[in-house]
Structures are given as C-alpha cells and as structure tokens.
C-alpha cells in the first residue's frame, strides 16, 4: 500500500505564495509519477503538475507554467508544489497522487492524499 499526505495549504492575497508538500510512504517502489490536481467548488478535479521520482520529466498545465514549480526528495519520499504569483483563481482543494504511468489525467492515479485547502483573497 501507498500512503499520500498532503500539507502546507492555507489563506493568502492574491500575489502572494505558498508551498505544499507531499509526503508518500509505504511501497513507494510502485510509484514512478508524482503529480498536484485540484479541485474548485462544482468543478472537475483537474491536473496541476507531475514530476517523476528521477526528476526526469516535469510538466505543468498552461496557466500555471511560470507562477509554479514542482521538486521532488527522493530522500525524505516528499513531493513539493511551489506556487508564486497566486490568483483568486488559484483557489481550490489540492490534491497530491503517486501513479505508476506518467500522465496527466486523473483516473490514471492509484493513490491520492485528503487535500489541502489553498485559498487566494483578492
């Protein structure tokens, strides 16, 4: 089994960043894609970011690219979301998921983290 857990959301003005983290345990050796989805109220869980664990590939959804930067530890097993320039729009429920195909989509992801709530005032 695989254990997500998420952390590192909160409250900040529109401008300002934050870094989530995302920490993945148990059989890690399954997982070859790390990624961020998220989740705004009445809308579809939506792709964010993915990183393998050998930082080999990175790739980011359009209106993030530039503002966010996802890393990875392979020694602590810690996935990060860096998020600069953050936007009202940015507001949503993040999600971390480990998978063993690197894609973008979401049912393609085994294991997924609780969320953390982001939220970006005006």
């Known amino acids: 089994q695989v254990q997500v857990v998420e952390s590192g959301g909160g409250l900040v003005q529109a401008g300002g960043s934050l870094r989530l983290s995302c920490a993945v345990s148990g059989r890690t050796s399954e997982t070859h894609v790390l990624a961020w989805f998220r989740q705004a109220p009445g809308t579809e869980r939506d792709f964010v970011a993915y990183?393998?664990?050998?930082?080999?590939?990175?790739y980011y959804l359009d209106s993030v690219k530039g503002r966010f930067t996802i890393s990875r530890d392979t020694a602590e097993n810690t996935v990060y979301l860096q998020m600069n320039s953050l936007q009202p729009e940015d507001t949503a429920v993040y999600y971390c998921?480990?998978?063993?195909?690197?894609?973008?989509?979401?049912?393609?992801?085994?294991?997924w983290g609780q969320g953390t709530q982001v939220t970006v005032s005006s």
């Open positions: 998921a480990a998978g063993a195909v690197l894609s973008n989509i979401r049912e393609r992801y085994d294991h």
């Open positions: 990183v393998t664990w050998d930082g080999g590939s990175r």
